[in-house]
């Protein structure tokens, strides 16, 4: 089952990663999956889990200090800011890796989308990779990026 995407729920467009994310610029990229896991907050938190259908990329796209933050961001605006180019995984067993954290928050199992991609635990396995940025007052966005599925997954918190 997969939800009706409205075209302002794309944080790749909206936010302007579509250039900074990979050392490719022509490939395609399409939502197809986007959950709010918080939903109406009086505080205006928000916690968003993306998936995307990625055509035309091979690994030398994920190469060469990629993504470009400082391209989508004002990093000097930014404070306690924290970001990875892309990495292979698995993850780093680190404790204190809020960046990593909120891709096991429970809030992800209760939706179908997000809970399929607890499942599969793409973060622990070999062969796919991973790219954040954490800093206030943007919170953290962790990108995962599955070869093999030929899918990004793109987890939002703030």
């Not at 302002?8 to 490719?24: M, P, Q, W």
């Not at 060469?64 to 780093?92: A, C, G, R």
């Amino acid at each position: 089952m997969r939800y009706f995407i409205w075209k302002d729920n794309d944080v790749i467009t909206r936010k302007g990663f579509t250039r900074y994310l990979f050392n490719k610029s022509n490939f395609n990229v399409n939502l197809t999956c986007y959950e709010d896991l918080i939903g109406l907050t009086t505080d205006g938190a928000t916690f968003d889990f993306y998936e995307y259908e990625i055509g035309g990329l091979d690994e030398l796209s994920l190469k060469e200090n990629y993504p470009k933050y400082e391209k989508v961001f004002n990093t000097n605006q930014l404070t306690n800011m924290d970001f990875s180019y892309w990495k292979h995984t698995p993850i780093p067993k680190e404790r204190g890796a809020y960046h990593f954290d909120i891709a096991y928050s429970s809030n992800l199992s209760n939706s179908f989308c997000s809970s399929e991609f607890q499942r599969n635990d793409l973060m622990s396995q070999s062969g796919n990779y991973y790219s954040y940025i954490s800093a206030y007052p943007i919170g953290v966005y962790l990108f995962i990026y599955s070869p093999f599925e030929e899918t990004l997954y793109v987890i939002f918190k703030k």
